[in-house]
Structures are given as structure tokens and as C-alpha cells.
């Protein structure tokens, strides 16, 4: 057991070692980088082309092919872009975040949570979603943050991305536990703002809610909006937008002020319409090299 331990602390401490010495890289050369990453990715590996390629042509069956194989190779540049600007998470100083990712309107927050009560923030795998952590530099003091992550299976790379993520001091929340911690943090007297990223396909052994999501017929997580409801906390949307290469803006927007008000599924249906639109509005910042339609729905 104990050499196991030892391995793992080595093998961190060399993922950790090359990551922390490309975050050190101006962003110009990491883009350079990508650039080349993109052209193994894309040509040599090919990597997941397959299921970007099946993803795409339904979410758009009105495009040509041309216009399919466009928006994937501009995918994967983003997808490469992305990768390495979550690298820079290691040294990603407050000032620079500021300046790369503005946002709207962030005093949203303080309003919604002035009466103590939490908020959910929700928002997809798309534009840049690790760097959301940074909003926490508009929040008002005592106003904490918290995000939901599942925990990755290779320990040494949920380590790192752990690192990462908590770059503003965000306290992660295993999404298996997730309802119990912010009951518990509830209880503490704890006002958060907690992150989820909802638009990833549930286990196949969880009881699924259906709906149409980019064109087909999608099983949706709806843990989100049951803690929401249960709690009776704000729910927000955060629409991003990459403005250029390594520069986004990010808008909220409110779903509701009190979960515990509304019907039940009227905010998982809310929050897929505003990411669908987000999507559609620049496809190719989509994570489309997830199998998010694996599952066809019974009776199809």
C-alpha cells in the first residue's frame, strides 16, 4: 500500500512539475503550442473524430458537410486552446483573469444572496468553464464559492485538476455527496455560490428525465434543480463568450430567485434552452468529443 502511495506522490509531483513549467509560458507561446497539438490531435491521433463528426451531423442536419467538417476543426482548435489556458490556471495571477474574462454583470450575485440564502450557478462545457472559479473577485466579503466536479478516475490527474480548479479557493464538492455537503453547509450558516455543470450524460442506472436538447431526444442530469428546489435557493445561467483567442465575457442571467417556487423540471427545461441557445450561437466552443447521446431513449 504504501509503495502504491509513493508512486502516485511521484507521479503527481512530475504531472504537476510539466504543467506548472508550461503555465509559466506567456499565453503567445502556449498558442503556438496548441497549434501544434491541434494538428496531432486532429490529423495524426484523430482523436474522438468519430463522435464529434455523429454529434455534430444531428445537433445540425440541416448543414452541409462542408459546413460540419468547418465548425469540427474549429472545435478542436478551441478544444486545444482550452486546454492549455486551464494550464495556465496554475499561474493565473487576478490581475490577468480580469483582464481576459469580463464580466457583465457579477453583482447579480450579491443581491440574490443578501438574504443568506445560497445560489446555484449553472452553465455547460462550453467557451472556457474553468475559469469561472475567478468570479469569486466580484463577490462581496463573506459571499463563498463552491463547485460540483466528479471525481476523475486516474488519481493523479484528479489531483492536478483539483489544483487547478481551486486556483480563487472554491471548496469542491464531489458530486456524489453534493446534496448532502451544501445541506451541511446550509446548515452551518455558510452563503455560497456553487457551480454546476449539468449538460454531461447521467450513468445509465440513474432514473433519467427526457428531453430535446440541440436537435435529439437527450436524458438530462437533473440533480441541480432537485438541490435547488430543495433548498430554496437562486438559480443563474452564465452565458460565455469568447470575444478572441484567450479573451472571453460572461453574462448571467436568472432563472429563478426561489427553486422551491417552481414546478418541477421547469429549471432543467430553462437551462438547456439558454445553453442551447449559447451553442448555437457559436457551435464550435461546444465539448462535442463527449458522448453525450450514447443512450438512445426507450421505445426509440
Partial sequence: MEGKES?????????????????????????????????????????????VRKNLKNAFPEKTEKSIVKIEKKFYRHLCDYFFETLKMLRFTDKEVRKRFKLENPDIFNQLTANGKSCILSLGHYANWEW?????????????QGFIYKELHSKVFDQLFLKMRTRFDPIPIEMHNAFRQMIRLQNEGKTMVVGFLSDQR??????????????????????????????????VYLDIQKVKRGYYSGKFFVITSDASKEDEYTITEQYLRKLEKSVMREPAYYLWSHDRWKFKKPGN
Fill in 132 to 144: 469561472v472559479p475567478s468570479i469569486v473577485l466580484n463577490f462581496r466579503p463573506g459571499l463563498g
Fill in 7 to 51: 508512486k502516485k506522490g511521484i507521479g503527481y509531483s512530475l504531472l504537476y512539475g510539466v504543467a506548472y513549467l508550461h503555465a509559466l509560458l506567456p499565453f503567445r507561446v502556449l498558442y503556438v503550442l496548441s497549434d501544434i497539438l491541434y494538428l496531432l490531435a486532429y490529423y495524426v491521433a484523430r482523436y474522438r473524430r468519430k463522435i
Fill in 202 to 235: 447521467p450513468s445509465k442506472r440513474q432514473g433519467h428525465y427526457w428531453t430535446t436538447f440541440m436537435n435529439q431526444p437527450t436524458p438530462v442530469q437533473t440533480g441541480m434543480e432537485k438541490i435547488a428546489r430543495h433548498l430554496g435557493t437562486s438559480v
